[in-house]
C-alpha cells in the first residue's frame, strides 16, 4: 500500500458562499457585533475560506469569538470618519474592527482618488485579524490600484535585532488588468504568517529552516517553540526587515495607531487580535497613464508567462474560488461542528 494511502484527510462538508457567510454572521451576531459588523466580518472571513486563505479563514473564528468575549475589540463599535484633505480621509475605528471602518469610508476614499487621482485612507484604534487582500482587490476590480498594509503585534525579531519587536505585518497590492482576475499580491513581512505557525503546530508538523527561533534565540522548525516564548523572523533578512519596518510607521505612527509593541492585552485573556491602525493608498491610474494601465499591466503579465512563469501571486486563490464556487467550500466536519456550537452564542 503506499504511504499516501495511510493519510486519513478530514471529512468535510460544503457549503455554498451564502451559507457559510450566514452561519459565521450568526455567531458574529451572537458574540455581540452588531448587524454591519458581523455582515463584514462573515464576508470576509468566508470569502478567506472560499479561496483557500485557511490562515485566515474559519480557523480564525475561535480567535474572534475568544476575543470578543474578554472586551479587548468592541464589536459594536462606530467608525468615526472625517474629511480631512481633498486626497486624505482619517477614520477613528473606535476600538473596533478594520474592516467596518474601511467599509464606512470605502465611499469617499473612492470618489477623492477619481477626483485627486490618488487618495489615502488613514485607519486607527483598530484590530485586524483577516487577511489584506480582500482589502484591496475589490479597487482593481473596479479599475483602481490600492496598496494596504497593518501592523499586528510583536512576534518577529527585526533583522540584527536580539528580540522581538515587530509584528508580522503584511502588505497587499492590487491592480487592475485588462482581462482576468486583478493582478493581487497579499503578504506577510515575516517569514511565515504566525497563523500559519498555529496551524503547523496543530498539525504536529515542522517547519522551513530559517523562519523563526526559540525562547532562547536558537534557531527552530518546531512551530510549538515558536509560539511558546520563541518568535520569527522576517522573510528575507534585512530587506524584509526593513518593509516592516515600513509598515509599523505607516500603519501606525502616520495613522495614529499602535505599534505592534505597544498594546498590552495581558488584562484581557482570551484577546487575540492586534489593536493597531492601517494604511491604503487607492490610485487612479487613468490620471497618469490614460485610459491603457490596465492594457500595459496584462502586457507585463504576458511577458513575464513568456519569460516562462508559472504563478502569478493571487492566481492560486483565484482557482481555489473557482473550484469553490462549483463544488461548494470544503469544510473539516469537526470545524463545521464547532462553528455550529458557536451560533448557538
Ligand atoms: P504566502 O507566503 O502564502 O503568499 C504571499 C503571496 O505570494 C500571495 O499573494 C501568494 O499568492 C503569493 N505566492 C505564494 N507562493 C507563490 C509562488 N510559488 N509563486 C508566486 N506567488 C506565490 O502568504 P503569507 O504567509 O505571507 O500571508 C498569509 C496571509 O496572512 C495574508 O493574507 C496576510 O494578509 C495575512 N496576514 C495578516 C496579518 C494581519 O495582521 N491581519 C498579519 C500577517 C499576515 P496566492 O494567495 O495566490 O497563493
Ligand atoms: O497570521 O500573522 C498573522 C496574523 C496576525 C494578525 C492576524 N493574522
Known amino acids: 500500500m503506499p504511504e499516501s494511502s495511510l493519510v486519513v484527510e478530514p471529512r468535510c462538508e460544503y457549503l455554498t458562499l451564502p451559507a457559510l457567510v450566514q452561519l459565521l454572521e450568526t455567531i458574529f451576531l451572537a458574540h455581540g457585533c452588531r448587524a454591519e459588523v458581523a455582515r463584514c466580518l462573515a464576508e470576509n472571513c468566508a470569502g478567506a475560506e472560499r479561496d483557500g486563505a485557511h490562515s485566515h479563514g ?19 463599535a462606530v467608525p468615526l470618519v472625517e474629511d480631512v484633505a481633498p486626497a486624505f480621509v482619517r477614520v477613528d475605528a473606535a476600538n473596533g474592527f478594520a474592516q467596518p471602518a474601511l467599509a464606512a469610508a470605502r465611499e469617499l476614499l473612492v470618489s477623492k482618488a477619481r477626483a485627486a487621482g490618488i487618495a489615502v485612507l488613514a485607519i486607527r484604534n483598530s484590530h485586524h485579524f483577516a487577511a489584506l487582500w480582500p482589502d484591496v482587490e475589490p479597487f482593481a476590480e473596479e479599475g483602481l490600484v490600492a496598496l494596504s498594509v497593518v501592523n499586528s503585534m510583536t512576534c518577529v525579531v527585526p533583522h540584527g535585532a536580539d528580540r522581538p519587536l515587530f509584528g508580522t505585518n503584511p502588505i497587499a497590492f492590487a491592480a487592475p488588468q485588462a482581462q482576468g482576475q486583478p493582478i493581487v499580491f497579499d503578504l506577510a513581512t515575516s517569514a511565515i504568517a504566525h497563523g500559519d505557525v498555529q496551524i503547523a503546530a496543530g498539525k504536529g508538523e515542522r517547519l522551513p529552516p530559517g523562519i523563526g527561533v526559540d525562547s532562547l534565540g536558537q534557531p527552530t522548525q518546531d512551530p510549538k517553540a515558536i509560539l511558546e516564548g520563541g518568535a520569527l523572523l522576517p522573510f528575507g533578512g534585512h530587506k524584509g526587515s526593513a518593509l516592516s519596518m515600513m509598515v509599523e510607521l505607516l500603519a501606525a505612527a502616520l495613522t495614529g495607531g499602535h505599534f505592534s509593541f505597544e498594546f498590552d492585552w495581558s488584562s484581557h485573556p482570551g484577546a487575540k487580535t492586534p489593536w493597531t491602525g492601517q494604511l491604503l493608498i487607492v490610485i487612479d491610474p487613468s490620471k497618469a ?30 482557482q481555489q474560488r473557482e473550484r469553490s464556487l462549483h463544488q461548494g467550500i470544503a469544510i473539516a466536519a469537526e470545524a463545521l461542528q464547532q462553528l455550529r456550537a458557536l451560533a448557538q452564542g
Open 58 to 76: 474559519v480557523f480564525r473564528i475561535p480567535g474572534y469569538v475568544s476575543t470578543l468575549a474578554s472586551g479587548w475589540v468592541d464589536g459594536r
Open 289 to 318: 497613464a490614460g485610459q491603457n494601465f490596465a492594457e500595459r499591466s496584462q502586457e507585463l503579465v504576458r511577458q513575464m508567462h513568456a519569460a516562462g512563469l508559472k504563478r502569478l501571486p493571487g492566481a492560486r486563490r483565484h
